[in-house]
């Protein structure tokens, strides 16, 4: 049984499953290989969901300062399971005349583990 007592995670939904990118989520992979810039303020990751919900979201942010409870980086290939509360907004944009702007929408992981791999 989980008790949280901070107001951020009162809306929270769970997530768990394999880390497919480690690095960026999907969304914010595909523009910058088409030449965006995104400001991405922590770490992005792309997961295959694993015994959770078929409307459980596949792409989060882990904040700056968000820190595993099991002290691993996260990674490609690691089992991830945790705690996710609103959302945060990414900014992509492609210099250009005129420049163009894309908005990202990631889910924010407030708590989170990875396995060793």
């Given at each position: 049984l989980l008790i949280f007592a901070n107001a951020d995670t009162v809306f929270a939904g769970f997530f768990g499953g394999r880390i497919i990118n480690g690095t960026k989520a999907m969304?914010?992979?595909?523009?910058?290989?088409s030449g965006f810039q995104c400001m991405v303020f922590g770490t992005s990751i792309e997961i295959r969901p694993i015994g959770s919900p078929a409307i459980t979201p596949?792409?989060?942010l882990i904040p700056w300062g968000t820190i595993s409870d099991t002290k691993?980086?996260?990674?490609?290939?690691?089992l991830i399971m945790g705690i996710y509360s609103g959302k945060t907004t990414v900014t992509c944009i492609l210099k250009g005349i005129p420049p163009v702007t894309r908005i990202v929408i990631l889910d924010t992981v407030k708590l989170f583990g990875t396995s060793q791999i």
């Open positions: 969304e914010i992979d595909i523009l910058e290989m596949t792409s989060y691993t980086t996260p990674a490609t290939g690691q």
